[in-house]
């Protein structure tokens, strides 16, 4: 199973600019792409909500609602524990992923066992961080995702 397509940018700079929850996870943003850092540390200072995930505290975790330090080589398990907690708490989108997604039920399966407790054990990520943020995450009309190649290698 794909968890992740193409190894490009998930969102534009214009989308940055107006967005309302921005989740970053395995990007070292500030030193990999500068402008897409500046432009996310003003979202902030807009108003926008920043969640980061990375085991550093990168310069990008300063700016962040959340910095969720998870150990090293975790992310998946981060992921799906967030999933898991958007299924059970019922804030999937259904009309979307029928539109935009394949392999649901399969995902569905396999999230069942990533639970918020045993991604505490795994990630170091406190469960109720985890729930947290997935529920922020779901619960906003405009957010995004953003990743770079921490996650895609």
């Known amino acids: 199973m794909t968890m992740f397509g193409a190894g490009a940018m998930t969102n534009s ?22 402008i897409i850092a500046m432009e996310m540390k003003r979202a902030v200072r807009r108003g926008s ?6 085991p550093r505290r990168i310069w990008l975790a300063e ?13 998946i398990w981060l992921l799906n524990a ?6 059970e708490e019922g804030l999937v989108d259904e009309k979307f992923i029928a539109a935009h997604t394949e392999g649901w039920p399969e995902i569905q ?11 505490e054990q795994i990630t170091g990520v406190a469960a109720a961080e985890i729930r947290k943020v997935a529920i922020a995450y779901a619960t906003t ?4 995702i953003y990743y770079t190649l921490g996650i895609t290698e």
Do not use: C
């Not at 600019?17 to 395995?26: A, P, S, W």
């Not at 909500?49 to 990375?54: E, G, H, Q, S, W």
């Not at 009309?141 to 995004?144: E, I, P, S, V």
């Open 82 to 87: 967030m999933a898991h907690v958007i299924i």
């Open 109 to 119: 399966r396999t999230v069942k066992n990533y639970t918020p407790e045993k991604a």
């Open 49 to 54: 909500k920043l969640i980061v995930a990375d």
């Open 141 to 144: 009309r405009k957010a995004g």
């Open 63 to 75: 700016y962040a609602d959340h910095h969720l330090q998870l150990k090293p080589g975790t992310d």
């Open 13 to 34: 700079i214009p989308e940055i600019r107006d967005t309302e929850l921005m989740f970053v996870i395995g990007s070292n943003t500030t030193e990999a792409h500068p």
